[in-house]
């Protein structure tokens, strides 16, 4: 049994988004069980789907935090969540994975999306602006350095990051690609699914092209089914 969590949203399109990721996992492994569940704003909750589970028989569920950043969702909210779960399934074995993080495959699903956008490889007059959340956490963000510098590995691209939430702005980063030589700006979104920050990106540079966030992409369910995978390998060998 694998149960997703998504973050959840207001925008509906991200919900939408985490289902078809969902929908794409059951279909390369039908004979496993997965469920998706939301940290907040829609539902199924967690709770909810993790009742669901205890009563539908099941002795052991494993968790994979649908994040791209071990923050406080990872660390503190979700495994709150599951011990007090567990207090009333005490039947029920929780699990939780690692986060998705910055996975090699992911960056590479987001080069996907930008050479769909019309990202040229060759090009040395392009810069790719890689936006993320953003976070209080210095650590945090410097991880979305090393995604650029991944995503643009081979390339003639120049790159550099931004955030949705904090400094440095979209509009600060296109500045520091045009002091670079770059002609043409493409946004590259470091984000599972679009929502309501993808939007203040778009918003605060409408002319600019942005490609797709990752979505669901095929190499997102493999890291998923290998974080499912090593989790419950882990929780096996605990057991014997």
């Known amino acids: 049994m694998l149960i997703a969590v998504a973050h959840g949203s207001r925008d509906p399109r991200s ?46 569920a ?7 950043g071990s923050a406080f969702h990872a660390r503190v ?28 495959r992911l960056i590479t699903a987001v080069r996907t999306r930008a050479l769909t956008a019309g990202a040229d490889p060759t090009d040395n007059r392009l810069g790719i602006a890689v ?3 953003g976070s209080s956490s210095r650590e945090a963000n410097a991880r979305t350095t090393t995604v650029a510098r991944v ?11 931004c955030f949705a939430t904090t400094e440095p702005s979209l509009t600060q980063a296109v500045s520091r690609l045009r002091a670079r030589g770059a002609t043409r700006v493409l946004v590259a979104p470091w984000f599972l699914a679009p929502g309501l920050l993808t939007d203040r990106l778009c918003a605060a540079e409408p002319n ?29 060998d605990l057991s014997a």
């Open 151 to 161: 995503l643009t590995t081979g390339t003639a691209w120049h790159t550099t990051t």
């Open 15 to 60: 919900a939408a988004t985490m289902s078809a990721v969902v929908a794409e996992i059951a279909a390369a492994r039908p004979e496993l069980t997965v469920r998706l569940a939301f940290l907040d704003l829609n539902t199924p909750s967690v709770e909810q789907i993790v009742d669901e589970v205890a009563e539908q028989g099941y002795t052991h």
């Open 77 to 104: 909210d979700l495994p709150s969540l599951l011990a007090s779960a567990r207090t009333r399934h005490p039947q029920l074995q929780l699990t939780q994975a690692d986060v998705l993080g910055t996975d090699a």
């Open 62 to 68: 494993v968790v994979v935090p649908l994040l791209l």
């Open 208 to 236: 600019l092209v942005h490609a797709n966030t990752i979505g669901a992409h095929p190499l997102l369910a493999d890291v998923i089914l290998d974080r499912y995978a090593t989790a419950h390998t882990a929780a096996l």
């Open 131 to 133: 936006a993320a959340v």
